[in-house]
């Protein structure tokens, strides 16, 4: 089936340090979503791109859907230790507007 | 609003054995989906619903099935459960329209092991 590359796999910081993830893909996708997931809790959406080059904030997170539409990226500024967690980023391709494919994830560690 | 809620949060089942994982939303929500994840990866789509009577299969159908004949309810079915189907299962719900309002709200999960 299809696939997400997301990288890293894992990172271990500092808290105040910055963070930085992508997710590419050989196929074109119209939208671009970031999740955060807790242990024992569902995903929670971040951040949703639907268009390419968009560049959107969510306070002190980033994320940009790529010119390309096969990749796109997740920052995370002055890192805290409630950033613990696992990041996925998910594609949704045109014409298959219900079919979300989901990168592996990054597991996000925070020293404080 | 309760959201999504997903009813058992575990369950031990012997080979063999079917039970229903349980998915109700309160949001009168179209979509409706189901996913599984396995340890270390990503979610894969198991079944969804677009509306009350519809239903298709995701990437993953195999030895699963759904109903859906209310909007609020979308409930996953296991006849005969395999250790392959040990797993977290995800049910979540999303309202028409395609903006960050309208994204794929998730449940809790239902961690589910077959032995």
């Known amino acids: 089936g299809q696939q997400l590359n997301q990288s890293p796999q894992s990172m271990f910081i500092q808290e105040g340090e910055d963070v930085s993830m992508n997710c590419t893909s050989s196929?074109?996708?119209?939208?671009w979503l970031w999740y955060k997931q807790d242990p024992g809790e569902g995903p929670v959406l971040l951040i949703a791109?639907?268009?390419?080059?968009e560049l959107t904030s969510n306070g002190r997170l980033t994320a940009q859907f790529g010119i390309t539409r096969k990749d796109s990226f997740l920052n995370i500024s002055a890192s805290i230790p409630s950033d613990v967690g696992i990041y996925f980023c998910?594609?949704?391709?045109?014409?298959?507007?219900?079919?979300?494919?989901f990168g592996k994830g990054t597991k996000l560690t925070v020293n404080p | 609003n309760a959201g999504v809620t997903q009813t058992p949060k575990f369950r031990i089942l012997k080979i063999g054995q079917s039970m229903t994982l349980q998915c109700t939303q309160d949001?009168?929500?179209?979509?409706m989906y189901w996913y599984r994840q396995d340890p270390g990866m990503g979610l894969k789509l198991i079944y969804y619903?677009?509306?009350?009577?519809?239903?298709d299969k995701g990437e993953v159908p195999n030895g699963y099935n759904v109903s859906r004949s209310t909007t609020e309810d979308f409930p996953l079915r296991l006849e005969l459960a395999a250790p392959s189907q040990t797993s977290v299962y995800f049910c979540?719900?999303?309202?028409?329209?395609?903006?960050?309002?309208?994204?794929?709200?998730f449940g809790p999960g239902t961690r589910l092991t077959v032995l």
């Open positions: 979540a719900s999303r309202p028409a329209g395609l903006d960050q309002a309208n994204e794929q709200f």
């Open positions: 196929s074109i996708f119209n939208t």
């Open positions: 791109l639907y268009k390419a080059g």
């Open positions: 998910a594609g949704r391709k045109q014409g298959g507007s219900e079919k979300l494919v």
């Open positions: 949001m009168n929500h179209n979509y």
């Open positions: 619903s677009v509306g009350a009577g519809i239903t």
